[in-house]
């Protein structure tokens, strides 16, 4: 099973830019595709952008399409997710995990605060 921890959360301000990083224990981790998710006060956590295992394709939600880049080094077991042109209603608690296509199935981490201010 895979362990992860993410990190690189922050305050920005509109328009601003953060790159998040989630770093995997396990030496299986290239062997997986993964995602990164987020989750707002209130709201249902909903998928934000996937990556196959190899990096050889990515796919993103509508809301983030455009402004979002996930990327991944299997040497380093880390998957990253830079975010520019930061929208106050990116505020959330952004996780990643393993995926199938959309879904997650693996354990959560502790997620990583990302907070937009306008």
């Known amino acids: 099973q895979v362990r992860l921890v993410e990190s690189g959360g922050g305050l920005v301000q509109a328009g601003g830019s953060l790159r998040l990083s989630c770093a995997a224990s396990?030496?299986?981790?290239?062997?997986?595709?993964m995602g990164w998710f987020r989750q707002a006060p209130g709201k249902e956590r909903e998928f934000v952008a996937g990556?196959?295992?190899?990096?050889?394709?990515?796919f993103y939600a509508d809301s983030v399409k455009g402004r979002f880049a996930i990327s991944r080094d299997n040497g380093k077991n880390t998957v990253y997710l830079q975010m520019n042109s930061l929208k106050p209603e990116d505020t959330a608690v952004y996780y990643c995990?393993?995926?199938?296509?959309?879904?997650?199935?693996?354990?959560w981490g502790q997620g990583t605060q990302v907070t937009v201010s306008s």
């Open positions: 995990n393993t995926v199938r296509g959309r879904t997650a199935f693996g354990s």
């Open positions: 396990g030496r299986t981790f290239s062997s997986y595709d």
């Open positions: 990556i196959t295992w190899n990096g050889g394709s990515t």
